[in-house]
């Protein structure tokens, strides 16, 4: 079944966030909800579609860095399944302890995922204009993520065929 992408409008979605969260940080805990229905797909069998359909911070990056952005090639090294673990596995950390800290308070655990979801925005459009501009998709965390979790899901499906014959 083909999936109609909604790229070309979602980046409101991300900008409605960050607006919201600026007015009252309390609507930052709508960032479980940014990173967790990539996972929602992966976890249903469907890969990495939200990146490709449905993203809203790909479609803000690939949207508005066109002009500005210096269209250069990203290093090796941070393309590198290595990179993409190391960063995958930092921005976990660094959530984790964010939400330790906060003790449980709600307006403590809306606002460590507000500026967390605002450090990982700016730093994707900072490698937007220097590198091309989507090249944070190409180390996203949550993309990375959701390809660990199809690898697994085939692997399974792999090991169970296997086992049938």
Known sequence: MKRKSHM????????????LSIIDFRFGIFGFVCMGTPIYHALRGRG????????????FLGRF?????LNNNMPKWMRSKFAKHLLLGIMIILLTISLIHAKGDFNKIAFALFRFMGVSFVVGIMMGVIFKKRSWCTICPMGHATSLIKKHQ??????????LK
């Open 8 to 19: 070309n409008w979602s980046w409101i979605i991300i900008v409605s966030f960050f607006l």
């Open 65 to 69: 860095l066109g002009k500005i952005s």
């Open 154 to 163: 085939d692997s399974k499906k792999k090991s169970e065929l296997v086992h």
């Open 48 to 59: 990495k579609i939200h990146c490709s359909h449905y993203c809203p911070r790909g479609s």
